[in-house]
């Protein structure tokens, strides 16, 4: 008997789900390699089972769509079409040398194994597995960007994902007084969550400016579905009593063991702070995000290129593929859309994936739906992310005392400093002579802000690993 072409599918949100789905369902054989103990991602995270949650739902929206994958994966896990390896950790994607380019051979016949899929298995992650597989979907996700002010390391500042994780997948609020702040769509369901849940969620502090939404109606008008996903959760703040001040800023957050409070101010359009607006409101919990950007570091540890538009996004053809050969990727890495387009390319990808391992050219007109709805989504995501800019002015605002790298204690003077008499003139070169990026996080979560002070380009950082890796792991890797 032939051995079924394999699949590796790495993250299991709504991108990963989908494409497993779409490429267990033509024959291929799938391996889900996925951090969490359950399936869904950050957009569909549950209940740890222990918890006894009797109406997960409630946290939820697209409750149907997720049951629908859900029972999907279930499906082919029991027929034994898909491998489900949760709390795997993935550190590195390694591919054989000598494959040929898509230039060069745009229908492949897969030798088998052309992929090791390396992850850390378990909460200790010391120990190493390894997966083989004939392609790779990565399907990787993105984290958020927090820009920081001073106060902003206190205890009791939380990102904004991170409070929605906390109730969603812990069952637990993350104070009980709760101001959210910063800019985006993800700050909406935060705060209705949050006060659903039971806390009382002070503000909502939202930085843009309604009429950039307004200038960008067209773009908006062409998903209904999405605008009337706003005004459900207009409805919910306004029945929650939250207030939604726009065109705000959090200027600090105060206290001395932990958040007591945040003094927010008005912002006109250059992005100067109105004069006599600034006001403080006492609160234990600061939920604070400005927006997301792609995981990028195992496509580039493939070579994978990246987009021309910002350089940090993957970049994919109308098949999802990347420009190494056999490798896809889908959802939130190729950039910001959120979990419905997320599921069209994961889908996409999925089909062309099972017809090329089958050895047979890929039909678009198979998923034609789901290319129209990408193509739609793509252009609201695009707008969207452009009315939701990341303040001005915010870099003026950061003293030089402020810490802008949390995992080394760097503050935005030393950068500034770096920048400026040390001469440097690229992330790299800040890092080198500041430490800023060299702790856990590896710089994701303060390059951004290291490249607003110092002016430089914000580029994914290229590195081996997508996490540190026990020195026994790789000691144990085979020569080949």
Do not use: N
Request: charged share 20%; with cysteine; hydrophobic share 45%.
């Amino acid at each position: 008997m032939t051995e079924r072409a394999h699949l590796a599918v790495v993250g299991a949100g709504p991108a990963g789900l989908a494409g497993a789905l779409a490429a267990a369902d033509r024959g291929v054989r799938v391996t889900l390699v996925d951090a969490a103990e359950q399936a869904g991602g950050q957009f569909y995270r549950q209940p740890a089972r222990a918890l006894g949650a009797r109406r997960p739902e409630a946290l939820h929206h697209q409750w149907r769509t997720w049951e629908r994958l859900r029972d999907g994966v279930d499906r082919h896990i029991a027929a034994g079409r898909i491998t489900h390896l949760t709390d795997h950790h993935v550190w590195c994607v390694e591919r054989k040398p000598g494959r040929a380019e898509h230039g060069q051979d745009p229908i492949v016949a897969p030798e088998s194994g052309s992929f090791t899929v390396h992850a850390l298995r378990g909460s200790a992650q010391e120990e190493g597995v390894a997966v083989r597989a004939d392609a790779v979907l990565l399907a990787t996700g993105g984290y958020e960007r927090v820009l920081p002010f001073p106060g902003w390391t206190l205890p009791g500042v939380v990102t904004a994902g991170g409070a929605q994780a906390m109730l969603k997948g812990g069952l637990v609020l993350p104070g009980r007084t709760v101001v959210v702040a910063g800019t985006g769509p993800l700050l909406l369901p935060v705060a209705t969550g949050l006060a659903a849940a039971g806390a009382r969620v002070a503000a909502l502090v939202e930085s843009a400016d309604p009429r950039a939404l307004l200038r960008r109606a067209p773009a908006f008008a062409a998903e209904p579905g999405k605008l009337a996903e706003g005004a459900w959760y207009a409805g919910k703040l306004l029945r929650h009593g939250v207030r939604t001040l726009s065109r705000h800023i959090v200027v600090e957050a105060h206290g001395t063991d932990r958040l007591e409070a945040v003094t927010i101010a008005t912002v006109d359009r250059s992005g100067r702070i109105r004069p006599g607006s600034a006001r403080r409101i006492p609160c234990d919990t600061l939920a604070v995000g400005h927006g997301m950007l792609p995981h990028t570091d195992l496509a580039e540890t493939l070579g994978c290129t990246l987009s021309e538009a910002d350089r940090t996004a993957v970049r994919v053809d109308d098949e999802q593929r990347t420009d190494v050969p056999e490798v896809w990727a889908a959802g939130e890495t190729t950039g910001i859309g959120g979990a419905a387009l997320a599921r069209a390319e994961g889908h996409i990808a999925g089909r062309s994936i099972a017809a090329r391992l089958c050895g047979t050219a890929p039909d678009p007109r198979s998923w034609a739906a789901a290319a129209r709805a990408r193509t739609r989504l793509r252009t609201f995501f695009t707008a969207l992310e452009a009315a939701y800019a990341p303040p001005a002015g915010w870099v003026e605002r950061l003293t030089d005392d402020t810490v802008v790298c949390r995992c080394e204690e760097v503050t935005a003077g030393a950068v500034r400093t770096a920048a400026g008499s040390l001469g440097a003139c690229d992330l790299r070169t800040v890092k080198l002579l500041t430490r800023a990026g060299m702790g856990w996080c590896q710089g994701r979560m303060c390059a951004p802000a290291v490249a607003g002070l110092t002016g430089c380009p914000l580029t994914a950082g290229r590195r081996p690993f997508a996490r540190p890796v026990p020195l026994g792991v790789l000691a144990g890797l085979p020569d080949d």
